[in-house]
Every structure is written in C-alpha cells, then in structure tokens.
C-alpha cells in the first residue's frame, strides 16, 4: 500500500531556531500534500493545502510567514517553522493524496520548543 | 460550512464486546468518507474508505457504514481487542480536495 514517510518524527530545539520536517510519498506521486497541526487531545487542524509546483494555501490564522511550505518534487514537501516559539510546540502531522482516492498521512512529528 | 461530529467522545468496553462508533456531518455532498486510527503520539492509519455511492466497506472485523441523506456513518468493530484501543476519527471529504475530521472517539478496551 501507499506510505507517507514524515521525519523527523520528534525535535527539540531552542527557541528562536527553525525547523524543517519532510513529508515524503514514498511509492506513489503525490500532486497535492497536507499539513496539519495537533494539540494534545484534539482533532487535526489543517494548516495549509500544498500543490507541487504553485504555493501553498493557508488556511485562516496560519501564518504563511511563520510556516515555509515548499512542495518541490511529486514525491517531497517540506515544513518550515521559522523562528519557532514555545507556542510552537505541537504534534504536526503531514499527509497525501492519491489522485481521487485515500488520503494517506505521515507518523507525525513531534515538536518542542524550549 | 461542512461540521463532522463524532458520539460518544469516549468510550471504555470489556474486551469481546462488539461497539459501534458514530460520525454525524451536517453537509451530505460529500466526494467520500473515511475512518482513521490514531496511537497516542502517532500519525493517522486509514481503516476504511467509503465512496460516496457506496453503503458501506468491511475489513476483517471492521464494517463502516454511510448514510448520506442523513448525514451519518458508523464503524463497527467487531470482537474488540486491546489493541484496538485507540482514537478513532472520521473524515468527510467534498468534490474538492477539502476534508474536514470530526474530534474524534477515544477508545480503551480493557483486557
């Protein structure tokens, strides 16, 4: 079956410090990617759309600036936290769509900022 | 504006019940439907997809159901093991590419 592959899977940084995370499809091309952020017992909340190729779509309140998406091959988007804060910290978790069909998502990643 | 809900928010059963998980969604032009797991602190496994045609999908002791005209779909599990307990969530999604997660239903089954 499809697999999204996502590291790293937990970080730890200082704050002030960027983060990058890697969402990967891994056998199948993936035009569009999702990233998603999630607190502690909550549902997922999705951040912004990313289409290869074109720039990412955020949603409300996400800060384009704050969160680099880049989603530079079929097979490969990325995440960027730029200048993470405390507040930062969360579970971010990215996923995959096959053209129509499932959305498939990445393990997650944890991150905590200091 | 589409709006997933999912009863019970959580739910604790002895090991050997069958149980049935709810997913509401207020808008029934829906592209699919599709119910997930999650581990504490993991990413989302799909458990089964169902198209927007479709009655309902089986994967071993997992049967979902949809009911687009009233907005509902079911997951039942059958025979619940420990390792079953998990978060379950459902995902509605539209002729777009646009999914919206219910909050979610925390299982434990206690052995």
């Known amino acids: 079956g499809a697999v999204v592959s996502q590291h790293p899977s937990r970080v730890i940084c200082k704050s002030g410090t960027s983060v990058k995370i890697e969402c990967r499809s891994l056998d199948f ?7 998603y952020r999630q607190f502690p017992k909550q549902s997922l909340m999705l951040m912004a759309t990313s289409n290869e190729g074109s720039k990412a779509t955020y949603e409300q309140g996400v800060e384009k600036d704050k969160f680099l998406i880049n989603h530079a091959s079929l ?14 910290s969360s579970f971010y978790i990215c996923s995959a769509i096959r053209t129509g069909e499932k959305l498939f998502f990445g393990s997650g990643t944890q991150l905590s900022v200091l | 504006k589409q709006e997933v809900t999912q009863i019970p928010a959580a739910l604790s ?4 019940e069958n149980l049935v998980l709810n997913c509401s969604f207020t808008d029934s032009a829906i592209y699919n439907l599709q119910w997930f797991r999650q581990d504490p602190g993991k990413g989302l496994t799909s ?6 045609s479709q009655r309902e999908q089986t994967s071993g002791r997992l049967n979902a159901s949809l009911d687009k005209s009233s907005g509902r779909s079911t997951l039942y599990i059958a025979a619940s093991q420990p390792g079953d307990s998990a978060t379950y969530l459902c995902a509605v999604r539209d002729y777009g590419q646009n999914f919206v997660f219910g909050p979610g239903t925390r299982l434990s089954v206690l052995p």
């Not at chain 2, 059963?13 to 050997?16: A, F, I, L, N, W």
């Not at chain 2, 458990?47 to 927007?52: H, R, T």
Request: zero cysteines.
């Open chain 2, 13 to 16: 059963v002895p090991e050997g």
């Open chain 1, 75 to 88: 097979t490969l988007s990325t995440l960027t936290v730029t200048s993470a804060h405390p507040e930062d």
């Open chain 2, 47 to 52: 458990l089964l997809l169902i198209q927007s």
């Open chain 1, 29 to 35: 091309q993936a035009t569009t990617m999702f990233w």
